[in-house]
């Protein structure tokens, strides 16, 4: 479904080389789905899996997800700076289509 956000998403975590069960490999794959959501509805970020900058902000976005449940931490300042950056760029994008 997002094989390059997915790399992205098991190397964060530090499962990038380890072999996954696959209720663990099927929980990571809705993390990164939600995380797609996620970035639509509440920053307005649509994710293009084919581009590398979309990829890896959406696997950062989702390993946040998933040491988020057990810590309850805010976003770290690295997303939130990617997250405006992505939000900038899409702006941009959008201006120059007009």
């Known amino acids: 479904m997002y094989?390059?956000?997915m790399a992205q998403l098991?190397?964060?975590?530090g499962f990038f080389d380890a072999p996954l069960e696959a209720a663990?490999?099927?929980?990571?794959e809705s993390l990164l789905g939600e995380a797609a959501e996620k970035l639509a509805d509440e920053c307005g970020i649509q994710i293009d899996?084919?581009?590398?900058?979309?990829?890896?902000?959406q696997g950062m976005y989702a390993a946040w997800r998933y040491r988020k449940r057990v810590t309850g931490e805010d976003k770290p300042p690295m997303l939130r700076t990617a997250i405006r950056a992505r939000q900038m760029r899409g702006n941009k994008d959008a201006e120059?289509?007009?």
Do not use: F, G, I, K
């Open 10 to 13: 098991r190397a964060d975590l």
């Open 49 to 57: 899996p084919e581009n590398l900058s979309d990829a890896a902000l």
């Open 24 to 28: 663990q490999e099927a929980y990571l």
């Open 3 to 5: 094989p390059v956000a």
């Open 96 to 98: 120059a289509a007009t």
